[in-house]
């Protein structure tokens, strides 16, 4: 009895566990959708603005501030001598649809880098960690019982996800400093 008992739950521990593939890489990207750089799912932006480094900064903060989980962990990590900023975020689930086919997105978390220079600063999202079943796992695996096609649907939205963010992000920060035109 006590073999069986151990037996059976060592076969649901395993057949529980998801197996995960590397995602494919398309034109450097993966699935041709997200950015890799050093091996990760990586975008990077870096904007000019007619503003000293630390007016950039100082609205760097306020972004973060307003705009992650837990300001408090972004504002301690902030070095104001070097005008940097590392924090991270996340990406909620949401539920999307290409004609018949539904996709669950769970939430995906990331680490978010902004450096300030004196009339510019980058942005750096990198680390996407996806939040959903069997177990939280990076972006650059695939659980294999998730299609390509739906994997591909997931990447587009935290695509969008993450553009939205950098706009945000160029916006907060705009609209306190002049811009330099574009």
């Known amino acids: ?6 037996f059976l739950v060592l076969a649901v521990l395993l057949t529980g566990c998801g197996r995960f593939i590397p995602t494919e890489i398309e034109s450097n990207k993966l699935l041709g959708i997200i950015p890799i750089q050093y091996g990760k799912g990586s975008y990077q932006a ?13 609205q760097a903060r306020r972004w973060a501030a307003f705009h992650v989980p837990d300001p408090s962990a972004a504002l301690s990590i902030s070095d104001n001598m070097l005008g940097d900023i590392i924090t991270y ?3 909620a689930s949401v539920s999307l649809q290409e004609k018949r086919l539904y996709v669950n997105l769970p939430s ?8 300030c220079y004196d009339n510019a600063y980058r ?6 960690v996806m939040q959903g079943q069997p177990t939280p796992h990076p972006i650059e695996v695939r659980n294999t019982d998730i299609s390509k096609k739906r994997a ?18 160029d916006g907060f920060i705009r609209s306190e400093v002049a811009s330099v035109p574009r």
């Open 1 to 6: 009895m006590k073999w069986t008992y151990t």
């Open 46 to 58: 870096t904007q000019q603005v007619r503003a000293s480094r630390e007016d950039i900064f100082r």
């Open 152 to 169: 591909r649907l997931q990447y587009e939205a935290i695509d969008q996800k993450v553009i939205t963010i950098l706009e945000s992000i």
């Open 108 to 115: 995906v978390q990331y680490s978010a880098s902004i450096e």
């Open 89 to 91: 975020g996340s990406i």
């Open 123 to 128: 942005v750096t999202l990198t680390n996407f």
